[in-house]
């Protein structure tokens, strides 16, 4: 059965006053199958191209402490124990910091896990055209 689901890109920001970003994840919560994962791919070399001073060391230890909180427990601290609904909701939240998530959008899935890897090969890991693309 189709269940409606939300998703938000990870995002990171090497230099927030110029506004340019790398998409580096996908954040998905589908309610209806209680379904709440994070998916990251980090590409050293790209997010050089846009700031070869960016600590990279400290954007791993940072999508780690999101990827705590969506999986959820007392290791992530208090926002760890919310509910996987409050916990995206938390995770989504506007931040000013060098990782940050868009504007959450939405759409509908049979199978929110499969739907996680797509959305990561369509809008992360581009290493080559998109699935179904003429060439």
Avoid: K
Wanted: contains cysteine.
């Amino acid at each position: 059965m189709a269940e409606l689901f939300e998703y938000a890109l990870v995002r990171v920001v090497p230099r927030v006053e110029r506004g340019e970003c790398m998409n580096v994840g996908v954040l998905l919560w589908c309610q209806g199958a209680g379904y709440l994962d994070l998916r990251c791919v980090l590409d050293d070399e790209r997010l050089a191209a846009l700031d070869p001073y960016l600590d990279l060391a400290g954007v791993r230890v940072h999508l780690d402490a999101l990827h705590r909180v969506c999986v959820g427990g007392t290791a992530a601290g208090a926002a760890g124990v919310l509910s996987p609904g409050e916990r995206f909701r938390w995770l989504t939240a506007p931040r000013s910091t060098i990782v940050q998530t868009s504007p959450v959008h939405t759409g509908v899935t049979g199978d929110p896990a499969a739907e996680l890897e797509h959305l990561v090969e369509l809008l992360v890991d581009r290493q080559g055209p998109p699935s179904g693309a003429a060439g």
